[in-house]
């Protein structure tokens, strides 16, 4: 199976972040196995979903990880142009969901796994493929825990995010919460029998908006856009009609940090205000719902020059989005970005990933497979 080929099947299973993942788990799996790679499947505490990790060479020698996410974000606007879950070729332009975000750099990846092992790697390549990435990074913390069992510490990890073929040194850190007020219902009527859950949610809101302001006049890191940290109320629901004391209320929000900064404390001034609400008679629920660090490799590392040589561009200092590289790192990993496509193209109808796109990140691992092999 060529690239080609090999995306056709991978798109071809929605496996929508948050829901079971065997069959394209599997697939990936037989696959590998059938070019003679080493597989292993890691099921998560969830029970219904499994990150995936193989080796091409040796496993007792330090060598790279690429790494991926098997899964991506719904498809359900009705303005895509064909079936999302199907893959349509125009051309150099691939559609389908995950194209680009990621499954490209999965193909791209898989279809290099017979070359690999014709090299005979005198240093592994390792590939790590993860669950629930789109919804917060959760699968892969399980994965990186089982690490040391799987091979030797590693030179450094890709992180396959689509960046168009340039490697990429940072990215923010992200956290994301819900809070819930719970008050008490009743007619509208009699507002002073009840807890207007909503009204009260205004305090927690006013909070998040104060900080959002606030962040903007700094700290500042200039490699990234905006130069701040940030904060933002994405989500509130609560009521059920106009005339009914609304006795739930919640507010989904998030936090995007600088290198530096840890970015979960900058929900902190929320979550203290939403919970400063219990001595007016109110419930508060503050459930934590995703969170990663930021990615800040040196600007100075090998795993820089590497990319930089294999690229022939010098990597850039930093983008918007997250990936679990932050995490690699936190674990001890140098990680850099670099996988094909462009990112504003993903999570929309008609995405898409050019043919070239492929070609090209199929030649840089077989590239690093090279090196490997030296």
């Not at 699968?139 to 689509?162: D, Q, S, T, Y």
């Amino acid at each position: 199976m060529d690239v080609f080929d090999i995306l056709d099947r991978l798109v071809a299973f929605p496996s929508v972040a948050g829901k079971p993942n065997g069959d394209i788990a599997s697939w990936i799996a037989a696959h590998l196995a059938q070019h003679g790679a080493q597989v292993t499947l890691l099921p998560g505490p969830e029970g219904d979903r499994s990150n995936l990790f193989a080796t091409i060479g040796p496993t007792d020698v330090p060598g790279y990880i690429l790494s991926g996410h098997v899964d991506v974000v719904p498809a359900g606007e009705p303005q895509w142009c064909s079936a999302p879950f199907a893959l349509r070729r125009e051309g150099e332009h691939l559609y389908g969901r995950g194209t680009t975000d990621m499954k490209g750099f999965l193909a791209a990846a898989l279809a290099a796994v017979p070359h690999l092992t014709e090299l005979r790697l005198a240093r592994p390549i390792h590939l790590a493929f993860s669950y629930d990435e789109e919804v917060g990074c959760r699968g892969v913390p399980h994965l990186i825990a089982r690490l040391p069992e799987l091979c030797a510490k590693p030179l450094g990890v890709i992180v396959g995010e689509p960046s168009g073929m340039r490697a990429v040194r940072g990215h923010k850190g992200k956290a994301a919460a819900r809070v819930t007020v719970n008050g008490r219902s009743g007619h509208s009527s009699r507002p002073d029998l009840g807890l207007n859950a909503i009204h009260a949610m205004a305090a927690a809101l006013g909070a998040a908006v104060s900080e959002a302001e606030r962040l903007t006049c700094g700290p500042f890191d200039p490699a990234f856009e905006p130069p701040y940290s940030s904060l933002q109320a994405g989500v509130v629901t609560g009521g059920q009609s106009v005339n009914i004391i609304p006795d739930t209320c919640t507010l989904d929000l998030e936090a995007r940090a600088i290198p530096g900064v840890d970015p979960a404390s900058l929900l902190a001034p929320v979550r203290a205000r939403a919970e400063a609400l219990a001595v007016d008679g109110f419930r508060i629920e503050w459930t934590p719902m995703s969170a990663y660090p930021a990615l800040s490799l040196p600007q100075d590392s090998s795993l820089a020059a590497l990319l930089a040589e294999l690229t022939g561009e010098a990597p850039l200092a930093a983008v918007s989005y997250g990936t679990e590289a932050g995490l690699y790192q936190a674990a001890g990993f140098d990680a850099i970005i670099c996988g094909p496509g462009d990112i504003g193209r993903a999570h929309k109808p008609d995405e898409y990933i050019l043919a070239s796109e492929l070609a090209a990140c199929q030649r840089l691992i077989e590239a690093l497979g090279a090196r490997c092999a030296a």
